[in-house]
T-cell receptor, first 113, second 116 residues
Framework: KQEVTQIPAALSVPEGENLVLNCSFT??????LQWFRQDPGKGLTSLLLIQSSQREQTSGRLNASLDKSSGRSTLYIAASQPGDSATYLC????????????FGPGTSLSVIP | NAGVTQTPKFRILKIGQSMTLQCAQD?????MYWYRQDPGMGLKLIYYSVGAGITDKGEVPNGYNVSRSTTEDFPLRLELAAPSQTSVYFC???????????????FGDGTRLSIL
């Protein structure tokens, strides 16, 4: 059974720091992996999607990497800003009858001015 | 603004009551989804739909029902509410993926439901 974990559950960093969020999954037979952002009281916003054949994706200050063999993905945020404060969730897609998407519990990030 | 709209934002129900959570999208997306998010847990899929008139069960469908009479609307009904259904409910939508996959892309802001 696929399980997705994210460590740490919460992270606090000073503004300007580069930081890495971690995502681990137990079964490497995934279709793709997504990173989402969730602001308090809001829904999820899709940030990056990495197909299983890809190693990384970049969008602005965000870079996501994928290592299927080790069951790991990282989200790198460069030059963090207070506006980056949110919960970040990763999710893997398995090939089942309906392409099952399995979400991790998220990492709550606080960027301190 | 275009997007996914959920109503109500908050609701308190008594055990055994019923209610319908509303979801509407104006992006002409074929695919729509209902998830629940419990504290400290990832989202779990309740039901999904690939088009009007077509619905299927997700991972945790028990205690819920859905319908999809139009492309825009995908209501979720709770019958005989139980404390275990206390959660935050998210509706999402998407076009089919590049390889026909079902992956939520646009989320509503959620309905926070408490069953007492």
């Amino acid at each position: 059974k696929q399980e997705v974990t994210q460590i740490p559950a919460a992270l606090s960093v000073p503004e300007g720091e580069n930081l890495v969020l971690n995502c681990s999954f137990t079964d490497s037979a995934i279709y793709n992996l997504q990173w989402f952002r969730q602001d308090p009281g809001k829904g999820l916003t899709s940030l990056l999607l990495i197909q299983s054949s890809q190693r990384e994706q970049t969008s602005g200050r965000l870079n996501a990497s994928l290592d299927k063999s080790s069951g790991r993905s990282t989200l790198y945020i460069a030059a963090s800003q207070p506006g980056d404060s949110a919960t970040y969730l990763c999710a893997v897609t398995e090939k089942t009858s309906y392409d099952k998407v399995i979400f991790g519990p998220g990492t709550s990030l606080s960027v301190i001015p | 603004n275009a997007g996914v709209t959920q109503t109500p934002k908050f609701r308190i129900l008594k055990i055994g009551q019923s209610m319908t959570l509303q979801c509407a999208q104006d992006m002409n997306h074929n695919y729509m989804y209902w998830y629940r998010q419990d504290p400290g847990m990832g989202l779990k899929l309740i039901y999904y739909s690939v088009g009007a008139g077509i619905t299927d069960k997700g991972e945790v469908p028990n205690g819920y029902n859905v319908s999809r009479s139009t492309t825009e609307d995908f209501p979720l009904r709770l019958e005989l509410a139980a404390p275990s259904q206390t959660s935050v409910y998210f509706c999402a939508s998407s076009f089919p993926g590049a390889l026909g996959g079902y992956q939520p892309q646009h989320f509503g802001d959620g309905t926070r439901l408490s069953i007492l």
